[in-house]
């Protein structure tokens, strides 16, 4: 059930006018005054930054008996902040340097109970993960009723799994919906960096290059428009339809392999590693699809993270891998992940007889899927 999770998103928020970004340079004085319930006395409340999609705390208050609290962070331009009362009771600001925000919430449940004025981004970013915490809800709920009826007498377990994928797959159709609805209403502002996490890079790729395209052109001075004008430029050399980078990486005996050596075959380049257990659950997988279509002129390049050589050939040997297989052995420091931007594997990528990408993260099914399609 590998698709049941709930994904917390750490939600971006929404620049008000093409010019805030730019104009402002000093704080303009933002204040927040929070009035919580259900606060117990002398409870502290503190205030991160998350620029960096890391909590570092900068500040802290204690909520008095009336349950107020006030801040007044230096903010020099728009950016991402947040209040918490623990770490898994928090609120995701995306601060103007203009605003003044009121927030009032139940101090025991504040993620789920605040209400935010004064702060036109912030209250919008809260408005997109309100309905995305619906769809979130729904698919949480799918992934209990599978731990919840799994291996009971009575139950047969493929016929659960693809009933409830079934339901999945209409609740993440309707999240995809509502996620370029919602970048269409706002492609020139940040909160569609959040909005667009939802879709899936490989296959809507054109919609990535797009919000690239208007970000950038209305805010070239945000940091995060930067970073994610860097992150698509990256990824367009990996995109379908480019062509793989060239690398060149030793195989257990110390051999040079060259991709450029496989011209002439479709090949899949296979990111995995011995002590990676999806992998390792993946690779019957790859098997069949080789032993399947070796013989029409398909090659496996498998390309491990591992760390220690004698990990890596037992591996090999155990898992019955019968091609190729190379590695630096350099874990996740690996220039060759860093090349084809691998942050997690298993990962692969399907190439034609010219070296040009025409699949990604195939898996299980979906690589005989596409061999079929590739070898009709």
């Keep these: 059930m590998k698709y049941f999770r709930l994904i917390i998103i750490l939600a ?70 947040r209040i918490r009362v623990d770490q ?70 493929d016929s659960l799994t693809k009933t409830l994928q079934a339901k999945y797959l209409i609740i993440n159709t309707d999240k995809e919906d509502y996620a370029r609805k919602f970048i269409k209403e706002h492609p020139t502002s940040l909160v569609a960096l959040a909005a667009i996490s939802n879709l899936n890079q490989d296959q809507e790729f054109d919609t990535y290059k797009q919000l690239d395209k208007s970000l950038f052109a209305a805010l070239p001075n945000s940091k995060y428009v930067i970073d994610f004008h860097n992150k698509i430029v990256s990824l367009s050399k990996l995109a379908i339809g480019s062509e793989a980078p060239e690398f060149e990486v030793n195989d257990p005996l110390g051999k040079p392999i060259k991709l450029s050596s496989y011209r002439g075959k479709i090949v899949l380049v296979d990111f995995w590693a011995s002590w990676c257990g999806p992998c390792r659950a993946e690779n019957p997988n790859v098997v069949k699809a080789y032993n399947g279509y070796h013989d029409k002129g398909f090659e496996v390049l498998g390309v ?73």
């Excluded at 009771?89 to 340097?97: A, E, G, K």
């Excluded at 408005?127 to 209990?144: C, E, G, K, P, W």
Aim: hydrophobic share 35%.
């Design 12 to 81: 971006l928020a929404p620049i008000v006018s093409c010019n805030s970004q730019n104009s402002a340079t000093t704080s303009k004085g933002v204040t927040i005054n929070g009035t919580l319930t259900n606060a117990k006395p002398q409870t502290k409340i503190y205030f991160d930054d998350i620029g960096n999609q890391q909590a570092v705390p900068i500040d802290s208050a204690i909520i008095d008996n009336n349950g107020k609290f006030k801040f007044a962070p230096n903010v020099t331009e728009q950016s991402y902040y």
């Design 88 to 157: 898994q009771n928090f609120v995701n600001l995306l601060i103007d340097v203009k605003d003044n925000i009121d927030l009032t919430g139940d101090a025991t449940k504040l993620s789920d109970t605040y209400t935010i004025k004064g702060s036109p981004t912030s209250e919008l970013l809260k408005d997109l993960n309100s309905h995305l915490q619906v769809f979130y809800t729904d698919i949480n709920a799918l992934q209990t009723t599978y731990n919840d009826n799994r291996g009971k007498p009575g139950i047969n377990d």
């Design 304 to 376: 491990s993270l591992d760390k220690t050589k004698e990990n890596w050939e037992k591996a090999i040997m155990a898992d019955g891998l019968k091609w190729t297989q190379v590695s630096d052995l350099q874990y996740w420091n690996s220039p060759l992940a860093k090349l084809y931007n691998v942050t997690a594997i298993p990962t692969n990528f399907l190439l034609d007889k010219k070296g040009i990408i025409i699949g990604k993260s195939l898996r299980g099914d979906d690589l005989e899927k596409k061999l079929a399609e590739v070898f009709k």
